[in-house]
């Protein structure tokens, strides 16, 4: 009786082993996974649940858009990690962005990526939406969608202010100019420069091409002296003239050589439905034109009207 019963013991042990061997395992879920698997899958929907717009801007970039240290943010911003609330920048973009949030209903959050990652779009949900004065081109449609322009500025050569040797644009052929590296002003030094409902000029050729990561550490080695590092910069003419402003031995070279439609942009491989929040942006845009709101923002930081062109703009051009 007893060895019957240790038998049936081990009997039953073994095929308690065997049950819990082929019972199908509980797989554990990353809370990351679950935060995405339950995420809307229309962008629009995201950013209004989560009541925050992301948007990627340039913190040194004046007057569209610069970091201002040591400002706290709000004790009850809903921007986390290295997202930064709107008090904690100054300038045309920024207030624009604002304004775009604030239509949507939400608060607005600031990244600041390097501008060629902006530009080649892929941006994986990092940031939902570029408002940093970015020109339509052709090439940049090619990952990019593209709202309403929110405003038009001439690109404009600079130079040392103590320079006789140049009378016009023409005259820098040859010569070392700076340029943000990855916008159309380097698109333009190089010959390669198209903008839809524009006919460019090229004036200048053979330039010697010294790229920077933004506009103003370019207009700073043109001030350390004429030719020191830099012959000429071609920027943004409220850029180069803003640098003036603020006491920059630079003067302005000449007209402008072109002019630029500046517009929000938005990821083409986004991993969310992005046409109800393009739709949203251009119509909050375009209500900030009919409005005053974009022309009171342009006369605050430019002291003139450089949204009309842009309110006049055929999106359909661009075959999105």
Request: proline share 6%.
């Given at each position: ?39 809307p899958a229309d962008l ?174 370019a207009l700073e080695d ?99």
């Amino acid at each position: 009786m007893r060895r019957h019963g240790i038998r049936i013991l081990l009997l039953l042990t073994v095929l308690l082993l065997a049950t819990a061997c082929t019972a199908p395992v509980a797989t554990p879920t990353a809370t990351g996974a679950t935060d995405s698997a339950s995420a809307p899958a229309d962008l629009l929907a995201q950013v209004q649940a989560r009541g925050k717009l992301l948007v990627s801007t340039d913190p040194a970039y004046p007057p569209q858009s610069e970091l201002v240290t040591g400002v706290e943010p709000p004790a009850d911003t809903k921007c986390t990690g290295d997202e930064r609330p709107a008090n904690q920048f100054t300038g045309f973009d920024i207030d624009v962005a604002a304004e775009i949030a604030k239509r949507l209903g939400v608060e607005v959050c600031f990244v600041t990526p390097d501008w060629t990652l902006i530009t080649a779009g892929g941006w994986a949900g990092r940031w939902d939406l570029s408002i940093g004065s970015m020109t339509i081109t052709p090439e940049r449609m090619e990952n990019l969608y593209f709202t309403q322009p929110y405003y038009t500025t001439p690109a404009a050569f600079f130079v040392h202010e103590s320079n006789t040797t140049f009378t016009q644009p023409s005259d820098l052929s040859g010569r070392k100019i700076g340029a943000c590296t990855g916008c159309t002003y380097e698109a333009y030094l190089d010959g390669t420069l198209s903008i839809p409902g524009e006919t460019i000029d090229f004036v200048v050729s053979d330039a010697e091409i010294v790229g920077y990561d933004t506009d103003v550490p370019a207009l700073e080695d043109l001030a350390l002296g004429d030719g020191v590092r830099l012959d000429a910069v071609l920027t943004a003419l409220p850029t180069g003239l803003g640098y003036i402003a603020d006491g920059g031995p630079l003067k302005q070279l000449g007209e402008p050589v072109y002019f630029e439609y500046l517009a929000g942009a938005i990821d083409k491989s986004s991993a969310a439905d992005t046409a109800a929040f393009r739709e949203a942006v251009t119509a909050a845009i375009q209500a900030m034109h009919a409005d005053g709101t974009l022309l009171a923002l342009s006369e605050q930081y430019y002291g003139a009207d450089l949204t009309s062109a842009a309110a006049k703009f055929d999106l359909s051009l661009l075959n999105q």
